[in-house]
């Protein structure tokens, strides 16, 4: 105990060095009085205060630091907003871009849509995929490869629904291309702008095998016309839209037209060419309908051919516009395709003549006919009979002059009737194609 007891009084000494007992004086009235404080009490009081302190400096830390804890939910509440507001934005962002290259995606495949299906396109896909060359300017040489069109009638491309939504029926690189649900916008964005540009690609492809499929059936056409001295090119460029006024109607249903895509679409040269490949195609399609190919008579035998001959009456070198054919007196004549009567009746040296508009820059007349069987604006197939054979007019003898204008010039009449197989074969193919 010895040992406790000698730190214990020197504590007790040092607290009486630092607290010694003090008299506090103080007068009132003229008395002096005073206070002793002892060293307990000094202790007490010095306990009281560092208690006090204590309690101030406690409390006034935890007061800054909850500020400071605030202070930095609140920096973090401002960051996540401020990030927030930047994702909302950038989803609004993307939305925009999307929304508006989806629109033109699907404006574009409505009309590669629209296009194929106005043909009944067996085997389209096959036989495109092995075509390289791209669209525009050297379509037509690629079409005009002979065995393009025969590749093109083996493979099947099957047009996707009108009514599927293109990202239901993303094309099939593209579906493979299918995203983590959890992924970052960072890569988000771009992988999905990879998808919708991936669509575009595909469209793009697609666009150029129509217009190589367009082009080959143009070269087709060519090559079944030939002999007739007329091109694809001539029949488009005569190509005449039916009148308001002719007997057609039925309710309204829109064609493809560049008119479905965006502005910029409609300039890009790859539907540019399309457009103007497919209505070529089109156009020429509609025009030989109007090549005038039925054999104009019944009985006959070729009595004097087109060009230069020795006139029958003057005996010297003359030019014969038309075809004659030689028969019996009342002999059938027949009209070479449908058309409408635009003269019927006695002129000059045609004696009784019959004058058919078949449209597009295509015209027949059928003279020194005996009797006439049509009259002026009547609307004829071809085939119809129109008069008798005769011998009116300047005339040696019975037979049909027949003539075959086109574009207001003359043409050989004999070659026509001699591709008239493979015209009707392209007739036949187009009312296929009409009612597919």
């Not at 992988?191 to 080959?216: D, G, I, P």
């Not at 109007?290 to 004097?304: E, L």
């Not at 009116?392 to 591709?419: D, M």
Request: proline share 4%; hydrophobic share 40%.
């Amino acid at each position: 105990m010895q040992g406790f007891d000698e730190p214990s009084s020197r504590l007790s000494e040092r607290l009486l060095r630092l607290f010694p007992e003090r008299q506090i004086y103080f007068r009132s009235n003229g008395v002096v009085r005073f206070v002793r404080l002892s060293a307990v009490v000094q202790m007490a009081f010095a306990v009281l205060i560092l208690i006090a302190l204590g309690w101030i400096g406690f409390t006034s830390v935890n007061f800054l630091s909850r500020d400071y804890v605030l202070e930095a939910r609140e920096h973090t509440i401002t960051d996540m907003a401020a990030e927030q507001a930047a994702l909302n934005e950038d989803i609004r962002s993307l939305q925009d871009d999307v929304m508006s290259r989806a629109d033109r995606l699907e404006r574009r495949q409505q009309y590669l849509n629209s296009l194929m299906s106005e043909e009944p396109l067996g085997g389209f896909e096959e036989g495109a995929n092995g075509v390289d060359e791209p669209a525009g300017d050297g379509a037509a040489a690629a079409a005009a490869d002979t065995g393009e069109n025969n590749n093109i009638e083996k493979g099947a491309y099957v047009a996707p629904a009108r009514n599927e939504s293109l990202f239901s029926m993303l094309l099939p690189s593209a579906q493979a291309a299918t995203l983590p649900a959890a992924t970052p916008m960072a890569e988000f964005r771009p992988a999905l702008l990879q998808r919708l540009a991936l669509v575009e690609v595909e469209q793009n492809e697609l666009a150029e095998k129509l217009t190589r499929y367009a082009a080959a059936k143009l070269s087709d056409i060519d090559g079944r016309i030939a002999e007739i001295g007329l091109k694809t090119t001539d029949l488009v460029a005569h190509w005449q839209a039916r009148g308001a006024d002719a007997a057609t109607g039925g309710p309204f249903v829109p064609g493809a037209s560049l008119a479905m895509l965006t502005a910029s679409d409609a300039q890009n040269a790859i539907f540019a060419a399309l457009d103007d490949r497919w209505s070529s195609m089109q156009k020429a399609r509609d025009a030989i309908h109007s090549i005038p190919v039925t054999t104009p008579a019944d009985k006959y035998y070729i009595s004097s051919r087109y060009g230069r001959r020795l006139d029958p009456f003057k005996r010297v070198r003359a030019m014969h516009s038309g075809l004659d054919l030689a028969g019996w007196p009342g002999n059938a004549v027949l009209t070479a395709a449908d058309g409408v009567v635009t003269m019927a009746g006695t002129w000059g040296a045609y004696g009784n003549l019959i004058e058919i508009d078949h449209g597009n820059g295509f015209k027949t007349r059928y003279g020194h006919l005996g009797r006439i069987r049509v009259k002026r604006g009547e609307t004829l197939e071809a085939g119809q009979r129109i008069a008798d054979m005769g011998c009116s007019g300047r005339c040696t003898s019975t037979h049909l002059h027949f003539e075959v204008w086109f574009a207001g010039k003359t043409q050989n009449p004999l070659p026509y009737i001699k591709v008239a197989d493979n015209v009707f074969e392209i007739q036949r193919q187009n009312s296929e194609s009409t009612n597919h």
